[in-house]
């Protein structure tokens, strides 16, 4: 089985595409090592719920209307540091599949159900569904991904590696165009990586 790592935050929606592209595509080929790319930490501020809900909503509108069925601004977490955690809690049981398990459900739960996942009953009901101890201490895991994310030269989230190549957001196109957000679908770019 081949590990595709990739360095994402949970609030991100391009990396919800990218992730469900890649597992659609890839299912009985891949197992995903989803590493955390905390943009809060990265960009030293907050993420800003208004401008991910506008995100959401051309997604929706230009690639993936079938996803973000119940994304929900009123519930977007303050932090990703908390799903994060359960994720890399998850990983660090050595079982692959259980951390792809939780890095997955904390998407849907996010973004297809509007839960808040940085709130503690919302965490550990995913644990406690997924077989993963609760409560979660993977603040130093957080960190280290961070850490081993910025050595690795990540630009952004999601940010794969397949083989020791990095592949920025390989499922989507995204470009600005006189100020609007223009996104498409592509192919290629997970072809290209899952051929490494």
Known sequence: MRVV????DVRCPFAHVGLRRLVERARSEVVLRV???PLELVND???DGALIAEEVDELRAQVAPELFAGFDTEHFPASSLPALGLAAAAYGTGDLRLGERVSLALR???FEHGRDIAQPDELRQIAEREGVPWPVD???A???????GRRRAVIGSPHFFVDGRG????????????????????HAGLEEMLGV
């Open 167 to 186: 592949f920025f957001c390989p499922a989507l196109d995204i470009r600005r165009r006189d100020g609007h957000l223009v996104i498409s679908a592509t």
């Open 5 to 8: 790592e990739v360095f994402a």
């Open 35 to 37: 590493r955390a790319w």
């Open 138 to 140: 993977a603040g130093r």
């Open 142 to 148: 957080v960190l280290d991904d961070w850490e081993e």
């Open 108 to 110: 849907d739960a996010l």
């Open 45 to 47: 501020a907050p993420l």
